[in-house]
């Protein structure tokens, strides 16, 4: 794998364009393999309207991934990473309008979305 090349570029007022490396090899792709990730995706379920039921669900659902994670990684690094799940777990509160759910955790942050899935199967592609 090609390490990536960090390029400066500099204007002198002869108008000659110099390059100057500002830092070789940046270990970019191969550092974020070395980290945790979670990306959970909850399809809407009826339980989903109580409070009680969801919690349950995401609670579970992080037991897994921990377990998992503790598997591939040490443990140094999967504790900051289940306890921002944990943390954003902690922060949801039952959606009344059916939406499906999305946690994405990192070491860098914490993101839950909701969204509407659709059922319907469409070709967006123009007739030809």
Same mark, same amino acid.
């Given at each position: 794998?090609?390490?990536?090349?960090?390029?400066?570029?500099?204007?002198?007022?002869?108008?000659?364009?110099?390059?100057?490396?500002?830092?070789?090899?940046?270990?970019? +792709?191969?550092?974020? =393999?070395?980290?945790?990730? %979670?990306?959970?995706?909850?399809?809407?379920?009826? @339980? #989903?309207?109580?409070? $009680?039921?969801?919690?349950?669900?995401?609670?579970?659902?992080?037991?897994?991934?921990?377990?998992?994670?503790?598997?591939?990684?040490?443990?140094?690094?999967?504790? +900051?990473?289940?306890? =921002?799940?944990?943390?954003? %777990?902690?922060?949801?509160?039952?959606?009344?309008? @059916? #939406?499906?759910?999305? $946690?994405?955790?990192?070491?860098?942050?914490?993101?839950?979305?909701?969204?509407?899935?659709?059922?319907?199967?469409?070709?967006?592609?123009?007739?030809?």
């Amino acid at each position: 794998m090609h390490a990536l090349l960090v390029v400066q570029f500099c204007h002198f007022s002869n108008k000659n364009f110099q390059m100057k490396s500002l830092k070789k090899d940046l270990e970019m +792709p191969d550092a974020a =393999k070395s980290f945790p990730q %979670i990306s959970l995706v909850f399809p809407f379920e009826l @339980k #989903m309207n109580q409070e $009680l039921p969801l919690i349950d669900m995401l609670t579970l659902a992080a037991d897994n991934e921990e377990k998992k994670l503790a598997s591939k990684y040490p443990e140094e690094r999967v504790g +900051p990473v289940m306890k =921002k799940l944990r943390h954003l %777990i902690a922060g949801i509160h039952c959606q009344q309008d @059916k #939406m499906s759910l999305c $946690l994405l955790v990192s070491p860098l942050t914490e993101k839950a979305f909701y969204f509407t899935p659709t059922r319907e199967l469409s070709n967006n592609f123009p007739n030809s």
